[in-house]
């Protein structure tokens, strides 16, 4: 999945601290990520928790259950399951 990261998406993790995993041979492909109707995209969303639990934390070695609650942008939250989140985007499609 790192390899279909566009427009700067792979420096934002990077930023972060976060490096892809190493995917066995010949199972990477390209996953475009999508806006749709002025919506956050899911990768926009997941780097945003993650840039928020570094904050809060000073790392970014998330448990794959962890669950961390943000704010929605319109006077509520939302919890994202950040441990998941990065799994899929470090490791790549299952």
Wanted: glycine content about 16%; cysteine-free; overall charge positive.
């Amino acid at each position: 999945m790192w390899r279909g990261l566009v427009g700067g998406q792979r420096e934002r993790p990077a930023a972060l601290g976060v490096e892809p995993f190493a995917a066995p041979a010949g199972q990477e492909k390209a996953v475009a990520v999508k806006k749709a109707g002025g919506k956050v995209s899911a990768f926009d969303r997941g780097l945003a928790t993650l840039a928020q639990y570094r904050e809060r934390t000073g790392s970014v070695t998330v448990a794959r259950g962890h669950v961390e609650e943000v704010a929605d942008g319109d006077g509520g939250t939302v919890e994202v399951k950040l441990g998941v989140w990065i799994s899929n985007t470090a490791a790549g499609p299952s």
